[in-house]
């Protein structure tokens, strides 16, 4: 393990359905991100957070909504899906936004919009 | 636009030989870079980065180079190992409008024939 905890590791929703991921980090860091990564696409950044408080939105669709409860945990909250949302959704942490020392990702969620 | 992107999408490999994966960068502002390797069913896990200000760094078997006048970036690895076989995406962070997020490439599939 990585220090960066997701679960569900495997989730199938229908796309009336309202699920939410988790993200869990033991890492003492302070930013906290959600990226998406689709099939033979480069990672696509999602939200990040600093100390709890949201500081970027890469023009997400609110059926994608984030919620970051203290600085050890991040959710995603997903509500009227579509199949193209169907995608592995990595959570990662790093001491500080823009921390020149990387980001610690987990190891997923497979999400399955049907 | 930003991009950070590899010239190979898949690099077969024999076990035991040295593996060289490529990646060029359109971002001359970012100062920082890392490689990381994501193998089936895992998020991506930091290998190596680099700064703006060295041109060499050495891992344990890896070794990545930094060419700033041309904007490419290189991953080297010495002996290749079955264990090797992954995905590897080389990511950017610094300057312009992605200013304190990491920005990656589509990832190169490393195969290591035994």
């Known amino acids: 393990e990585t220090g960066v905890t997701q679960t569900p590791r495997h989730l199938v929703m229908g796309m009336t359905n309202k699920k939410s991921l988790k993200c869990e980090q033991h890492l003492g860091h302070n930013a906290m991100y959600w990226y998406k990564q689709s099939a033979k696409k480069p990672l696509e950044l999602m939200f990040v957070y600093s100390l709890e408080e949201r500081v970027e939105n890469n023009s997400v669709p609110s059926r994608f909504s984030p919620e970051c409860p203290n600085s050890s945990h991040l959710f995603l909250h997903l509500h009227t899906l579509q199949p193209e949302d169907s995608a592995l959704y990595l959570c990662?942490?790093?001491?500080?936004?823009?921390?020149?020392?990387?980001?610690?990702f987990g190891s997923g969620t497979r999400l399955t919009v049907v | 636009g930003e991009s950070v992107g590899l010239h190979l999408p898949t690099l077969s490999v024999q076990e035991g030989d040295n593996s060289i994966i490529n990646c060029a960068y359109s971002?001359?502002?970012?100062?920082?870079f890392i490689w990381y390797k994501q193998e089936s069913g895992k998020g991506p896990q930091f290998i190596i980065d680099?700064?703006?200000?060295?041109d060499k760094r050495q891992g344990q078997r890896v070794t990545v180079l930094l060419n700033k006048t041309v904007k490419h970036l290189s991953l080297q690895i010495a002996a290749t190992q079955p264990g090797d076989s992954a995905v590897y995406f080389c990511a950017e962070m610094g300057g312009g409008g992605s200013q304190g997020n990491l920005i990656f490439g589509k990832g190169t599939k490393l195969s290591v024939k035994p």
């Open positions: 971002n001359s502002a970012s100062d920082y």
């Open positions: 680099i700064r703006s200000n060295m």
């Open positions: 990662a942490s790093s001491q500080a936004p823009g921390s020149n020392y990387g980001y610690t």
